[in-house]
């Protein structure tokens, strides 16, 4: 297998896998990865099908948000539960630190965790921006003085961050 490809280093981000990926993990994944795509794809055609049906007795600019939301909120949800449940039950995502870099390890993962807690509250705080000027009217300038956006963006961080470095934690395995 190549080791760097872009496409093993994205499967491994995605899936939240650390070390080589040998064959027997890239087969799991792959199969993983194509029951959670027939799942969306049975899930998106039905929804289709309904949503289709509903605009007969409702307007299609009504149903179009309710539609997207719930289809964020399945996809998000449904199929990233079954993906993150079908790895955690394989036991693809533990974490095999050796004693003498258990330490070095340890705060790497905090850095890791920090970074993605970081992120995660950046594109809420720019998800909420957008959602205030377009959905509420609220200017942008007004959205970016408002103190809570921050406050908001800064809980976000530190409870995404504290999550993941628990649970990333437990999965570590010290040789």
């Known amino acids: 297998m190549e080791k760097n490809g872009i496409f ?12 080589p990926l ?4 890239v087969k799991e994944v792959n199969r993983i990865g ?11 055609f ?24 719930v289809n964020i909120i399945f ?3 449904v199929n990233g ?11 693809l995502d533990k974490i095999d630190v050796s004693s003498e870099n258990y330490k070095g390890a340890l705060n790497r993962l905090k850095k890791r965790c920090a970074k ?9 705080w720019i998800f909420e921006l957008v959602l205030n000027y377009v959905i509420f009217d609220v200017t942008i300038v007004s959205t970016t003085l408002s103190l809570s956006g ?10 995404v961050t504290l999550f993941l470095y628990f649970h990333w934690r437990a999965l570590m395995n010290e040789q």
């Open 8 to 19: 093993l280093r994205f499967i491994k981000k995605f899936y939240g896998l650390t070390g």
């Open 34 to 44: 194509n029951n959670a795509f027939v799942l969306s794809f049975i899930y998106l």
């Open 116 to 124: 993605i807690g970081i992120f995660v509250a950046i594109l809420l």
């Open 46 to 69: 039905l929804s289709s099908v309904v949503v289709a049906l509903l605009t007969v007795k409702f307007s299609a600019s009504a149903l179009l948000p309710i539609y997207l939301l």
């Open 22 to 25: 040998d064959e027997y993990r």
């Open 81 to 91: 539960g079954y993906v993150f449940f079908e790895i955690h039950r394989l036991g």
């Open 75 to 77: 996809i998000s949800l």
């Open 150 to 159: 921050y406050i908001r963006a800064i809980v976000v961080a530190a409870l």
